[in-house]
């Protein structure tokens, strides 16, 4: 299929459904968001909240957690139920019926760190294939977890979360030894270009100094402080200091990446355009990658028509290297 249409599918997969309230009301919308932002926009439309009362506060309905980040929101599985509070809205906790009478007054707030690696054993639940998308620093949250956690999250045994941790060590060491490799051939390529500077030189004759010309600094190069862009500090930190960063970003953040205009992700990242376009299309490549991966291990699956799926079972165990 042609990339576009890959994207496109991609795009229709990372959509989230989400079911939202208001916190005095029993009625509940499902909307399908991609991201938190919105996610927040939908919840107004469908919940009727006034625009003086924006921006709203979203908070999960079973424990009143407020989800303000962006990675967060997305680790949460599908259908999470939320609760929209608007301006000046707090929420006072649920009671242990139905959920539709709140009473208590105040609720201990969730360390979303340390629960991140649940919701991303969660992702694998729904889906193995969902690895192949996964940041490098997720693929590390999970290889960190204790066996046994992880096994009992995931409702499997250890035997079998070892064999997942050896894969998810696979999958982050091939990412490592792509960056090295793409490293060393920068090097060399480079190599070459200055040695060809040095021959050229050589074999130029003596030419007669030239004056020297006023530098006018046009300020292109620079960082433009007023440059606005939906990537986070995150990411663009990862686009900037990282090599090869398309590779330790997840299929999300890559997604990003490429909706962005090219001259304004040059000036967030003080970069000139060339530069920034060459690295979104690195970012496109490895996005259609992994795409082309994940529709891979689906048409495996779907030769299997007629049997009972067993996707524990797909991934082979193999030794971490160290």
């Known amino acids: 299929k042609p990339?576009?249409?890959?994207?496109?599918?991609?795009?229709a997969a990372r959509l989230k459904r989400c079911v939202v309230r208001r916190r005095d009301g029993p009625e509940q919308h499902g909307v399908a968001a991609s991201c938190l932002r919105e996610l927040r926009d939908k919840a107004c439309g469908v919940l009727a909240i006034?625009?003086?009362r924006e921006p709203i506060t979203l908070v999960l309905a079973e424990d009143g957690t407020i989800v303000d980040d962006e990675d967060y929101f997305l680790c949460l599985p599908s259908n999470t139920k939320f609760v929209a509070l608007a301006k000046d809205e707090k929420w006072p906790g649920k009671s242990l019926d139905s959920g539709t009478s709140w009473l208590s007054d105040s609720v201990d707030e969730v360390d979303s760190a340390a629960e991140k690696w649940k919701q991303l054993a969660r992702q694998l639940k729904d889906d193995l294939s969902n690895?192949?998308?996964m940041s490098e620093e997720d693929l590390q949250v999970?290889?960190?977890?204790?066996?046994s956690d992880l096994a009992e999250e995931l409702a499997q045994s250890e035997t079998k979360i070892r064999v997942l941790q050896d894969t998810l060590q696979q999958v982050l060491d091939r990412r490592e030894e792509e960056r090295q490799s793409r490293q060393l051939l920068e090097l060399y390529l480079e190599a070459l270009k200055t040695e060809d500077s040095i021959l050229s030189k050589v074999a130029e004759p003596q030419a007669a100094p030239k004056k020297e010309?006023?530098?006018?600094?046009?300020?292109?190069?620079?960082t433009d402080s007023s440059a606005t862009t939906a990537l986070s500090d995150q990411v663009l930190a990862a686009l900037k200091e990282k090599p090869a960063p398309e590779l330790c970003l997840d299929s999300q953040d890559l997604e990003l990446v490429l909706k962005e205009?090219?001259?304004?992700?040059?000036?967030a990242l003080g970069w000139e355009q060339q530069k920034a376009g060459a690295v979104q299309a690195a970012c496109e490549r490895e996005l259609s990658r992994r795409l082309s991966q994940v529709q891979a291990l689906h048409s495996l699956r779907s030769t299997s028509k007629g049997k009972k799926a067993r996707p524990w079972g797909d991934w082979p165990g193999a030794k971490r290297r160290k």
């Open 3 to 11: 990339l576009r249409h890959r994207r496109a599918e991609l795009m």
């Open 131 to 133: 690895i192949i998308l």
């Open 142 to 147: 999970l290889i960190d977890v204790p066996c």
């Open 50 to 52: 006034d625009k003086a």
């Open 213 to 222: 010309m006023d530098v006018v600094d046009t300020g292109t190069s620079s």
């Open 261 to 267: 205009d090219a001259a304004a992700l040059a000036s």
